[in-house]
Nanobody, 116 residues
């Protein structure tokens, strides 16, 4: 059974930092493209950042210079380092694993709140 478990969400002040983690099990992690998505109240879920199985990365424009996505295939874990957080970053952050023909999976989400 595939499981994606996010952690690291918290309440943080504007300008602060957080690191999210996504621990994967039940799949061949190294072959999956991994991504972070977020959904704010009343808005659609949006892509934040992706990292391919080969390690290429891409970011949504508003986070490009502030967030860093990474993965550790030995630990079956993906990370999102978030710096210079803004109130508009407040959302539930979801981990996604896209194995194309091997399946597409979501975690349960972790809440990030940026507020003073």
């Amino acid at each position: 059974q595939v499981q994606l478990v996010e952690s690291g969400g918290d309440l943080v002040q504007p300008g602060g930092s957080l690191r999210l983690s996504c621990a994967a099990s039940g799949l061949m992690f190294s072959i999956y493209h991994m991504g972070w998505y977020r959904q704010a109240p009343g808005k659609q879920r949006e892509l934040v950042a992706i990292i391919t199985s080969g390690g290429r990365t891409n970011y949504e424009d508003s986070v490009r210079d502030r967030f860093t996505i990474s993965r550790d295939n030995a630990k079956n874990t993906m990370y999102l380092q978030m710096n210079s957080l803004k109130p508009e970053d407040t959302a539930v952050y979801y981990c996604n694993a896209d194995g194309q023909a091997w399946g597409n999976y979501w975690g349960q989400g972790t809440q990030v709140t940026v507020s003073s």
